[in-house]
């Protein structure tokens, strides 16, 4: 079954992408992924000042560039993992390098 890791981040995350502490972090989780022959795709996405949210509001848009002051986490990447079960994926979520003010959302992709 397959399972969307999904990571929030809070602002101070974003800037420390630079940080080669903590890039590495999430270089070594990856290559975790990749070795357990789990990973089938995933990205890590840039800042939320760069993003553009487009709202419908009723037959017209409201479209809003970031960042969104309204969230204490933003939406920093995503993983797709090929495991037997939830449980499964869940072992693997906790083993995301998220800060204390992060978060991990464990889905399952829906089946057509």
């Known amino acids: 079954m397959q399972y969307a890791l999904i990571i929030r981040e809070a602002a101070e995350d974003f800037a420390r992408r630079s940080d080669p502490t903590y890039r590495d972090g999430w270089v070594a989780y990856t290559k975790a992924l990749v070795q357990a022959g789990i990973m089938t795709g995933g990205a890590g996405l840039t800042a939320p000042e760069t993003g ?5 509001k009723g037959e017209d848009h409201d479209v809003q560039d970031g960042p969104y002051p309204e969230a204490k ?3 920093g990447g ?3 993992i090929e495991v037997p079960d939830i449980d499964t994926a869940l072992e693997w979520a906790t083993r995301v390098p ?5 978060s991990v959302e464990v889905r ?5």
């Open 73 to 75: 986490e933003q939406l």
């Open 98 to 102: 998220i800060s204390d003010n992060g």
């Open 78 to 80: 995503f993983y797709l």
């Open 52 to 56: 553009t949210i487009v709202r419908r």
């Open 108 to 112: 399952p992709r829906l089946q057509m």
